[in-house]
Nanobody
Framework: QVRLAESGGGSVQAGGSLRLSCAAV???????????MGWWRQALGKDREIVAA????????YYADSVKDRFTISRDNAKKMLYLQMNNLKPEDTAIYYC?????????????????WGQGTQVTVSS
């Protein structure tokens, strides 16, 4: 079984910061084979899009162009946690943010590579 639970969402003013966290409850395989993990978001009336991803070891990362230099993804495999530090937030960042995991462990920005999803946490940025 895989369970992902996001937290840290909320409402902030433009230019502010938030840190999202994702707690993972994984199968026995997690101890020996960390998962590919990423953050996705879905704004009202839009499709879900990749925000950032991190490889199983935490060294390789991917960022959507819209969040580069503002967001930082990281993971703590010992604690089974995933984080997204969001700085200089903009109104267009407003969306439901989802934590996701893929069983391959390979860095990917493709939605099809993520088979496990959290329930989402709302981030609202006001101007």
């Amino acid at each position: 079984q895989v369970r992902l639970a996001e937290s840290g969402g909320g409402s902030v003013q433009a230019g502010g910061s938030l840190r999202l966290s994702c707690a993972a409850v994984l199968s026995w395989g997690y101890a020996y084979g960390p998962y590919l993990m990423g953050w996705w978001r879905q704004a009202l009336g839009k499709d879900r899009e990749i925000v950032a991803a991190v490889g199983s070891r935490g060294g390789r990362t991917y960022y959507a162009d819209s969040v580069k230099d503002r967001f930082t993804i990281s993971r703590d495999n010992a604690k089974k946690m995933l984080y997204l530090q969001m700085n200089n937030l903009k109104p267009e960042d407003t969306a439901i943010y989802y934590c996701a995991a893929g069983s391959s462990g390979r860095l990917s920005s493709l939605e099809s590579d993520y088979g496990y999803w959290g329930q989402g946490t709302q981030v609202t940025v006001s101007s």
